[in-house]
């Protein structure tokens, strides 16, 4: 039943300075007399409890007793009040009342003090739920609140220097936890003119805590608006020191306080805070007094086991930008009664000439840790020095601008003083500035214009990337560039990129979404360009992988860095919709976009496809139809030839080890010629350019694997890559046309038609003999049959043949609109591209897994001729062998007396078998290895 209704709390108020203060009175009063009627409960009722001396409540860590006096109204403020009126949710029907109760909200009577309140120092720690932080009660009390013209109430004038010293006093928690700039502050008060006038002479007209701090709005000295700020004092001590002009006469000539405001000295420069005195200790205390120890070398203290020099070297103060300025300027708190003065000094309060700086470094990071107490805030003096203090103009200062980096960097740095017990998101800032544009240009050369961090940070006002105050808040961060990069930032303020407040999942990039926030590179240099897709990937992670799939998209992968980009096409900064007039891909401008690069681009170029992805059939068709037609194709001629494979390997195995059983001969025998001269050195360009064209192409084809992208720089990068592709295809082109004439010199000198060149007995067009001949060999390799009387061309090699003859018009007409796109966009559609794309590619690797799998089986990976036939390279084959081999095409070129013609003894020279075995060896190799390489990749993309 028992909670903690005893805690007097707050809530955020908002000032109804509408409504007058008296009506609010009277609007409670009215609350709390009707409330009778309202609430089941009166105070007596509450007291039927809380008037148990044993009531209790248990807070985490301590005991709190809820115990309430009888008389705890009485002679209160309150007093007319009930209880139900401040704690409202314990006003219920029936008891008992929730355990937990609301803390009071006093601001529900008193909202103007409880707006000042919150604005102020307390207030805003205790909504920070600091635990150091008074709350209403601890000062005025919970329920015996009494008026602060009752002689008993802590917030009568006598009583209170006695209630704030109560937490600002040496040794208190305030004093304990936090960065406060005045020590003793009670001790100090009660020796001063104002302390003694109170306690020893009564005077309750001399200033008290609340006279110059305020009774609510309480701000630290280092605040502009303060009533204690170096720029308001004045006006705060006028409150009671009139005429202060001519009193001061001596001090401040009048000249001087009309011509240079703000150059007069403030009134705690010359009377310490609290220890006031009649006499200034500019008067006292001279700055040879103050020299004669501090000049000495050896003069030191120890704190902590540490031993720290206090020595100050006269020469330093002489060169300082202070040097016209007195010791007790800035060690204001020393005591001039005292034997030695600086007894009592502290640390320097900067604050009192540089009130706006200081105002704006307590608000910041830095301000707030070292107000903290955290060991590893920095303060005034670790940037700007202690007594050798010189201009920011001086080149040898640490804060002349080309020092920023590097004092900085001595705490944000790895291992640095800023990273320990924080959370920040730049672990080595210092390194990655070093490395970026800024960092370079500053170092190599010397550019004082170039970014430093106090440019993003701000010099005093360094606040995290969250806090919506900060200069490198994602809102503000594009002005924070926009000082030095002012026409990009006008571009991006009026693009589509342009930061706004997110929006559901919508997330919109800034500066350094894109550049990052320190390791900034050059926009024009490699590691920046090769980044460009991978940043704008982030948030357009589909168009990004789409445009991965384009020829564009696969050259920028292996590098190749004058592939259209991102950029290129959209722009680096000026982004905008396609629906935009001055969209860059917009009707309007897209033919000239295009054209930065394809000259003589037209507006069929531009329907090329720069996303397409053939996944999506209501999008694009055409590529969804195209790429699965290949894929069937790609895989029906692999399940038929692969089944082949294995059907025919059993009768391979049982050649090979009948062919062990008659060893092969030695020296001069009969071999038939079975290819032409002319026939082997086509061969050769066939190898050679197939070669040249498979590794250029897959490496495009697979550019998103690492293995790729290492053959595309191992050979000189993507660009030569497509040269040597190209000089391969014109190979391609010239034996294909020379194998094409030579067909035709062939028929022109046999005197036949073409039908007959064609479709001859020896052609290798398919007939029904082929048919025959499959059907037999399945018989064979399944054991039903006999082997077939295979004839001088067999069904398989007439599918290697037109396989790579269709594979030359398919895949070199596909790759002639790669090539040339501009010239046949002026016949056909842009989307034709990537149809002819999605052909070439497919059909490529079709003809490539063919020829280094089926082909190199069927001719040289057979057991029997394992690991290479040499035929394709001598021409000629042993008779002996041929016979078993070729059985019909043997008895008939015997039966027509040309076998004699074919025949031919002789003996083929071991170095030359060597070069071709070696020759061969090489293209089989690379053949295996090209297929490793691509099932690796279809299998692990």
């Known amino acids: 039943m028992g909670a903690r209704n005893l805690t007097i709390g707050t809530r955020p108020a908002e000032s109804n300075s509408g409504i007058s203060r008296i009506f609010r009175v009277l609007l409670f009063v009215f609350m709390a007399v009707t409330t009778s009627g309202v609430f089941a409960q009166t105070n007596d009722d509450c ?30 403020v309150h007093e007319e009040i009930d209880c139900a009126s401040c704690h409202q949710d314990a006003a219920v029907e029936e008891f008992p009342h929730p355990e937990k109760l609301q803390p009071v909200d006093c601001g529900m009577c008193h909202d103007e003090e409880m707006t000042e309140f919150l604005k102020g120092v307390h207030g805003r720690a205790y909504e920070g739920k600091d635990r150091n932080a008074p709350s209403c009660k601890d000062c005025h009390g919970a329920h015996q609140v009494l008026r602060a013209t009752n002689e008993r109430s802590q917030t009568y004038k006598m009583n209170i220097p006695v209630l704030c010293g109560r937490c600002h006093q040496e040794g208190a928690p305030v004093s304990n936890n936090y960065n406060i700039s005045e020590h003793n502050i009670v001790e100090n008060y009660s020796q001063g003119i104002h302390g003694k006038g109170l306690f020893k002479s009564g005077l309750t007209v001399t200033a008290t805590c609340n006279n110059c701090h305020g009774n609510h709005l309480i701000l630290p000295h280092t605040d502009l608006r303060s009533s204690t700020s170096p720029r308001n004092i004045a006006r705060t001590c006028m409150q009671c020191h009139a005429r202060i002009e001519d009193v001061h006469i001596k001090v401040i000539n009048k000249e001087l306080w009309e ?55 006269v020469a330093q103060l002489a060169k300082s930008s202070h040097n016209n300025i007195t010791c007790v300027k800035c060690h204001s708190d020393v005591t001039a009664n005292l034997k ?31 107000f903290n107490k955290h060991e590893n805030a920095p303060y005034c003096t670790d940037c700007h020095g202690t007594h050798l203090v010189k201009l920011v103009s001086d080149e040898t200062a640490s804060v002349f601008r080309s020092s920023i980096p590097k004092l900085c960097g001595s ?80 571009e991006y303020r009026v693009s589509d990129h342009a930061y706004q407040e997110s929006k559901g999942k919508l997330e919109f990039p800034t500066c350094e979404t894109c550049h990052t926030a320190h390791h900034i590179s050059e926009v024009h240099q490699d590691k920046f360009m090769t980044e460009i897709t991978a940043q704008c990937g982030k948030c357009h992670k589909e168009l990004a992988e789409t445009y991965l799939d384009t020829y564009h998209g696969k050259a920028y992968q292996l590098g190749y860095l004058d592939a259209a980009r991102c950029s ?3 722009g680096a900064h000026n982004i905008l919709r396609m629906d935009n007039p001055n969209s860059t891909i917009g009707p309007r401008n897209i033919v000239r976009t295009c054209r930065k690069c394809h000259d003589d681009a037209n507006m069929k170029f531009t329907g090329y496809l720069t996303h397409a992805t053939h996944y999506d059939r209501s999008k694009f068709p055409w590529l969804y139809y195209t790429f699965w037609a290949m894929t069937t194709l790609l895989l029906s001629v692999f399940a038929f030839f692969g089944l082949h494979t294995l059907l025919w390997l059993p009768r391979s195995v049982g050649a090979m080890i009948k062919k062990r059983e008659h060893p092969k001969q030695n020296g001069k025998q009969v071999y038939v010629t079975r290819f032409t001269k002319s026939q082997r050195i086509t061969h050769i360009f066939v190898i050679v350019s197939f070669i040249l064209l498979a590794l250029t192409g897959m490496v495009l084809k697979f550019a998103y694997m690492e293995w790729a992208k290492f053959i595309a720089h191992l050979i000189g990068g993507a660009f030569v890559a497509g040269v040597i592709h190209r000089m391969a295809a014109v190979v391609t082109f010239g034996y294909f046309s020379y194998h094409v004439v030579s067909l035709l010199k062939a028929k022109r000198k046999r005197g036949i038609k073409f039908s007959q060149l064609v479709f001859g007995p020896n052609s290798l067009m398919f007939n029904r003999q082929d048919v025959r001949d499959f059907w037999a060999s399945i018989k064979w390799f399944t054991g039903v049959g006999p082997k077939p009387s295979y004839g001088r061309w067999t069904y398989w090699e007439k599918f290697d043949y037109f396989a790579v003859f269709w594979g030359v018009v398919v895949i070199g007409s596909t790759g002639l609109m790669l090539w040339f796109p501009e010239f046949f966009t002026q016949i056909f559609p842009g989307w034709l591209i990537n149809v002819a794309q999605i052909i070439h590619s497919d059909e490529a690797l079709l003809a490539v897994g063919f020829i280094f799998t089926i082909h190199f089986f069927n001719t040289h990976l057979r057991p029997e001729s394992f690991p290479m036939d040499t035929v394709i390279f001598t021409g000629k084959v042993p008779l002996e062998e041929y016979k078993k081999d070729r059985p019909r095409d043997y008895e008939e070129l015997k039966a027509s007396g040309k076998l004699e013609e074919l025949a031919v003894e002789s003996e083929i020279p071991p170095q030359k078998l060597k070069i071709i075995k070696l020759f061969g060896y090489i293209a089989l190799f690379a053949g295996i290895l090209m297929v490793i390489l691509i099932t690796y990749s279809l299998i692990f993309h």
Request: hydrophobic letters at 30%; aromatic letters at 4%.
């Open 259 to 313: 011509k240079k405001p703000g150059a007069i000295p403030a009134c705690t420069d010359c009377h310490p805070p609290h220890k006031v005195e009649l006499k200034n200790i500019l008067e006292t205390i001279s700055d040879q007094s103050c020299l004669v120890c501090h000049a000495k070398e050896d003069i030191h203290k120890i704190m902590a086991g540490d031993t720290i020099s206090l020595h100050v070297e």
């Open 47 to 76: 007291l039927l409890c809380h008037d148990d001396p044993g009531l209790y409540s248990t807070v985490p860590g301590k005991r709190v007793s809820l115990y309430i006096k009888p008389n705890a109204l009485v002679g209160s």
């Open 568 to 570: 290129d096409c959209h």
């Open 411 to 490: 705490c944000h740095r790895k291992n640095g003083r800023a990273l320990q017990e924080t959370e920040l998101k730049e672990q080595d800032a210092l390194a990655d500035y070093s490395t970026s544009v800024h960092g370079k240009s500053l170092a190599e050369k010397g550019l004082l214009s170039v970014a430093v961090c106090i440019d993003c940070h701000t010099t005093h006002s360094e606040l995290k990337e969250s806090d919506p105050r900060s200069s490198i808040y994602p809102a503000n961060l594009a002005a924070t560039c926009g000082r030095c990069h002012k026409g990009i930032y006008d």
């Open 340 to 370: 030695r003065p600086c007894e009592t000094a502290g640390k320097v309060d900067c604050s009192n000439c540089h009130a706006e700086e200081a105002d704006v470094y307590f608000s910041s990071g830095h301000g707030q840790a070292y």
